[in-house]
């Protein structure tokens, strides 16, 4: 078990039962081994420990309700041993889910603390499951999360078959699992199209033992075409800076307030600060711009002519 879990419980002197631990060294079977030696509680034990956590954070009771029921997250995490974790990883991340549920439950409420952890349990399994089938981030949603574990369910009740889903057997999943299809359609498509490594084996016609990433085409720019454009920006600027300069001042401030500032300013705004029409303002702008524009334009296209 992570020592998370006992990390977590008020430090106590004694306590009078100890908390198996489960790391590398420890192979799954001696972990069954030993929780299956833990007794399960009654409904009164179980409330009692509860309890007496809950009220005196009793380290004591709270261990023994937590190592009563480890034996249910193996049991929960066998059930997800097809979705292509080992099954150690998946009790680790249910024993994570065991402590929150220990830090979460309320006896008072009526309920077993088994019906209560079980859901904190699937949750960090379902974490672990998502986080770890692809680099990219799947099962954003409730939804999402609902198709990925279900689907194959879905399909088995369904009668359906096929790898590539139709439309209409998408529509019927769809209904079944109470999702909106565009879900279904997503997932499935993740669900089958695994994430690849680049410098996996490709077969090629002129080699056979090239990996993916050689042959991909370099979709990159050229280092003259990156430095043409670094050439022209920087040009660019030059002449902005140089015929901005040379328009009125108020052509010159209405026209960086209303395009060379982040926000831009109203026409309201600036109709205020000047006094004058908004539509006053939008001509300025406009007259401003276009010769801005067509000074910069002749001058580049006289340079050119020489060139």
């Given at each position: 078990m992570k020592k998370q879990i006992k990390n977590a419980l008020v430090p106590k002197s004694e306590t009078s039962i100890a908390i198996p631990t489960y790391g590398d060294d420890t192979s799954l079977t001696s972990y069954i081994r030993t929780i299956s030696q833990f007794p399960i509680l009654s409904a009164e034990e179980e409330y009692e420990y509860a309890t007496k956590w809950v009220k005196d954070k009793d380290n004591t009771a709270a261990?023994?309700?937590?190592?009563?029921?480890?034996?249910?997250?193996?049991?929960?995490?066998y059930d997800f041993r097809n979705y292509g974790i080992p099954v150690q990883e998946l009790v680790a991340s249910g024993n994570m889910g065991l402590m929150q549920a220990l830090q979460k439950f309320d006896p008072e409420r009526g309920f077993r603390f088994s019906t209560y952890a079980m859901f904190w349990i699937r949750a960090e399994i379902y974490e672990t499951i998502l986080n770890n089938w692809s680099i990219v981030k799947i099962g954003t949603s409730a939804n999402q999360k609902r198709v990925f574990f279900n689907l194959a369910r879905a399909k088995?009740?369904?009668?359906?078959?096929?790898?590539?889903?139709?439309?209409?057997?998408?529509?019927?999943?769809?209904?079944?699992?109470?999702?909106?299809?565009?879900?279904?359609?997503?997932?499935?498509?993740?669900?089958v199209a695994r994430?690849?490594?680049?410098?996996?084996?490709?077969?090629?016609a002129e080699q056979?033992?090239?990996?993916m990433l050689s042959n991909m085409a370099d979709t990159g720019t050229s280092i003259v075409e990156d430095s043409e454009r670094n050439e022209l920006l920087t040009r660019g600027g030059v002449l902005l800076k140089k015929h901005f300069a040379n328009l009125p001042e108020r052509d010159r401030e209405i026209l960086k307030a209303r395009?060379?500032?982040?926000?831009?300013?109203?026409?309201e705004m600036l109709s205020k600060k000047?006094?004058?029409?908004?539509?006053?303002?939008?001509?300025?702008?406009?007259?401003a711009y276009n010769k801005l524009r067509d000074a910069i334009l002749a001058e580049t296209m006289g340079k050119n002519d020489d060139e």
């Open positions: 261990e023994k309700l937590l190592v009563s029921h480890l034996r249910l997250v193996v049991s929960v995490a088995r009740a369904l009668g359906i078959m096929d790898g590539n889903l139709s439309d209409e057997q998408t529509e019927k999943i769809a209904e079944y699992l109470s999702v909106p299809a565009e879900d279904v359609r997503r997932m499935s498509t993740r669900i994430d690849l490594s680049l410098n996996a084996p490709a077969r090629t056979d033992s090239a990996d395009r060379l500032s982040e926000p831009a300013a109203t026409l000047y006094n004058i029409s908004r539509e006053r303002v939008r001509q300025i702008e406009e007259r």
